[in-house]
């Protein structure tokens, strides 16, 4: 069979949500038994999300196979529970970088190479090959940006082509757009919506569906009226209002009839058959409900705490782990620069400190690491949170007062956070970190092996300083072990203090395997002893 294609765009501003309108029909799709994948698109002239700012643009997702892409890579893995590999995040640059190294060998025979075709066409043939590659029956791309924006045009082009290639039954357009409420007048504005799809009309693309986002249920008077001015049927303008949690999207379309009208347009129908798999997801968007009675809160201690997208990813998987005991998760999220007094962290049932990098900050999350292990607050350190756990505890158990990281004092006597050997002859910042799952040997009778139950586990890195092994019989001597490794014992990735109520640091990044329904280990030992 043929793979459908269904394109998501955005219209009117960012961050409507294109992906959690991606991830929902995906979703739906594969509760109706379809093998389906996400693509994202975007438009930035970036190679990958490796190099970009956290507070500017959202966490970067690391892949399994080791791509650094944009965070909706994430949301696609946490609703289909399966992992999407770094080809299916496409950048302006990945595109224009094929091309002109065609162009360099002589592959288009001389010709004068232009977006179109040779641009569009490599969009295309990389959508393609995704599908035929997975034998998918459905692929849902995702276009980031706005329709409107300069960058985002070739893709445009390259899907409205697509359309023309595919078929009238081989191609879906999905238009996300705003009807805002005006508090003065209290009713839904639909313009921002009529001009957003004029302008997606304007470069040849008829949306099929329109998900209106909207504070309240869209009113019949407003659907109506967004069909009349937009050429969708009033069945196909559907409402994408507030939801609790993201994940009772899915429900909120499948009861506005979305997947009957997608497998009728695709001429699919009677298709639909997604009750045998329901049961499951329900119990997991029940699970993942607000616990608003049983409240555990947490304080997330880092850098760049200003965009809470920032950490998207350990924020569900906190909240994957507290839906699994039945606790909501309020977290606090505390700017380690600006953090003064500690004993404010004395409030909250466990301390989280996530990745980051650089100097800036630094000293506070070592402050809070140390606080923690005092006052046997449960901590769990994530990536840099692991490696500078272990510089506060080189000061303040083993006297030594000027350990730190080559990467905050190059000249430090105490290196006990080192550069790793194979980053000493790269120059290059982007695509060049440790990337992707490693396998990591867990040793016996630790807390490592009782919260993984394996001795051996698959975990996904992203950084470029690693434990000084040289210091580490020290650390044991003075109760800090290390209970896992990797690389045959070249690395170390998890620290832990057994006298501790929760000590735990890892290297790796658990939170990017962490899904609804499924907690990761590491989070989910943390969140319970929080809860205790």
């Known amino acids: 069979m043929q793979t459908k294609f269904i394109f998501v765009t955005g219209g009117v501003m960012s961050g409507l949500g294109k992906g959690v309108a991606t991830s929902s029909i995906a979703k739906l799709l594969q509760l109706a038994d379809q093998k389906v ?101 459905f692929l849902t791309v995702e276009c980031g940006g706005t329709v ?45 919506t009529q001009h957003s799809v004029q302008e997606l009309r304007r470069i040849g693309i008829q949306p099929d569906f329109l998900a209106v986002r909207c504070t309240l249920p869209l009113e019949e008077k407003t659907k109506k009226k967004i069909a009349m001015f937009t050429n969708v049927t009033p069945n196909d303008v559907l409402s994408c209002h507030d939801a609790k949690s993201i994940f009772e999207v899915p429900q909120m379309l499948y009861d506005q009839g979305i997947m009957d009208s997608i497998f009728t347009k695709f001429g699919k129908v009677g298709m639909v058959n997604a009750s045998a798999n329901w049961d499951k997801w329900n119990e997991i968007t029940q699970s993942m409900a607000n616990h608003e009675d049983n409240k555990l809160k947490i304080a997330m ?21 507290g839906a699994k005991i039945g606790r909501s998760v309020d977290i606090d999220w505390i700017d380690s620069e600006s953090i003064l007094d500690y004993n404010i962290l004395s409030k909250y049932d466990g301390i989280l400190v996530p ?43 083993m006297n030594l007062k000027d350990a730190n990281s080559t990467e905050i004092k190059a000249n430090t006597k105490n290196p006990i956070i080192d550069l790793l050997p194979e980053q000493k002859e790269i120059s290059d910042m982007g695509g060049s970190l440790r990337l992707g799952a490693n396998e990591i040997k867990i ?80 989070f989910a030992a943390f969140v319970k002893a929080a809860s205790e």
Do not use: W
């Open 355 to 397: 990745g980051g990098f650089g100097t800036r900050g630094s000293e506070g999350i070592i402050n809070t690491a140390n606080f923690a292990r005092e006052k046997n607050i449960p901590y769990l350190g994530i990536c840099f949170g692991f490696q500078l756990a272990a510089i506060a505890f080189g000061r303040n158990v």
């Open 148 to 192: 409107g924006d300069i960058e985002s045009l070739p893709f445009l082009e390259a899907l409205r082509q697509l359309k023309v290639e595919e078929g009238p039954q081989g191609v879906l357009f999905v238009h996300v757009t705003l009807a805002p409420s005006l508090d003065v007048v209290g009713e839904q504005k639909t313009k921002p």
């Open 443 to 522: 040793k016996e009778n630790t807390n490592a092996h009782k919260i993984y139950s394996a001795s051996s586990i698959n975990k996904r890195h992203r950084h470029r300083y690693e434990m000084n092994k040289k210091y580490i019989p020290e650390f044991e001597k003075n109760g800090m072990i290390f209970s896992a490794e990797s690389d045959e014992g070249k690395r170390m990735e998890i620290l832990e203090i057994p006298s501790h109520k929760f000590y735990l640091g890892v290297q790796f990044h658990p939170e990017f395997n962490s899904r609804p329904g499924y907690p990761e280990e590491s």
């Open 301 to 321: 201690v880092g850098k760049y705490v200003t965009l809470t997208d920032s950490y998207v990813s350990v924020n569900h998987a906190l909240k994957h782990a």
């Open 37 to 137: 994948s996400c693509v994202k698109i975007d438009p930035y002239l970036n190679y990958d999300a490796g190099t970009m700012n956290p507070v500017a643009h959202g966490e970067v997702f690391v892949t399994e196979d080791g791509g650094e892409c944009d965070m909706d890579i994430g949301n696609y893995e946490r609703f289909l529970n399966q992992n999407i590999p770094k080809s299916h995040n496409i950048t302006t640059a990945q595109v224009y970088s094929s091309v002109i190294e065609a162009e360099r060998k002589g592959e288009y025979l001389g010709a004068c190479v232009q977006i179109i075709p040779h641009v569009t066409d490599e969009i295309k043939n990389r959508i393609k090959k995704i599908a035929e590659d997975e034998k998918l029956d």
